[in-house]
């Protein structure tokens, strides 16, 4: 069974630029959650999508926001990157309304 | 309310020692109780999950206890060896809002 998949893998960006982080879920999981990651720092939540619908919402600014496609895959944007935004920004799928995250490996994004 | 507070920051163990990392949690919603291990560059990985119903669970040699009066859960690893040395992070869900929420981490270094 394939795990989630994250891409890119590492993504580097000016600030101001905009940034799209892609994720594909185990297949037959329809939630997927997004986590950032700040170096050294604890796990963050920021988005969760089911079916389609953003469930709830992180304390972060508008500018992180997402969607969920109909083969349950999601992006996460990040617009006006600033310097903090650079993070591992870790994916996450379960069954819907289960508990049982599992992660994938991450996108590694960088401001500069 | 909704924090899950980790300790300690780090820590170091010979080969053989039985590290053990506590959480601590304020919302009684909680029902759901993962731990997760990390290893650097890779996503969080879940290693063992407890309910609340439950005072103790053991998978191989990790062993979560968990204190439901005191609202405390902790993970023990028998026989650490090095190849255990990573980030370890407790975390709490509950059926409100299906998201976990993330202690800050446990950075353990077993040395042989």
């Known amino acids: 069974e394939a795990g989630v998949t994250q891409s890119p893998t590492h993504l580097i960006k000016t600030r101001v630029q905009q940034a799209t982080l892609r994720c594909s879920p185990i297949?037959?999981?329809?939630?997927v959650y997004w986590y950032q990651q700040a170096l050294g720092l604890g796990l963050q939540f920021l988005l969760w999508y089911d079916e389609g619908e953003e469930r709830n919402r992180g304390n972060f600014p508008p500018r992180f926001s997402g969607r969920q496609f109909p083969n349950y895959s999601s992006e996460l944007n990040v617009n006006a990157l600033e310097l903090e935004d650079s993070a591992l920004y870790l994916c996450a799928s379960s069954p819907v309304l289960a508990y049982g995250y599992t992660f994938g490996s991450g996108t590694r994004l960088t401001v500069v | 309310q909704q924090q899950v507070k980790q300790s300690p920051q780090s820590l170091i163990v010979q080969k053989g020692g039985i590290p053990i990392i506590n959480c601590a949690y304020e919302?009684?919603?909680?029902?759901?109780f993962p731990w997760y291990q990390q290893f650097p560059g890779k996503g969080p990985a879940l290693l063992i999950a407890i309910r609340p119903d439950v005072s103790e669970k053991k998978e191989g040699r990790f062993t979560i206890s968990f204190n439901k009066s005191a609202k405390q859960f902790s993970l023990h690893i028998m026989d650490s060896q090095p190849g255990d040395s990573a980030t370890y992070f407790c975390a709490a869900a509950s059926k409100v809002n299906n998201k976990l929420i993330f202690g800050a981490g446990t950075r353990l270094a077993v040395h042989p």
């Open positions: 919302n009684t919603a909680f029902d759901y």
């Open positions: 297949s037959g999981h329809t939630s």
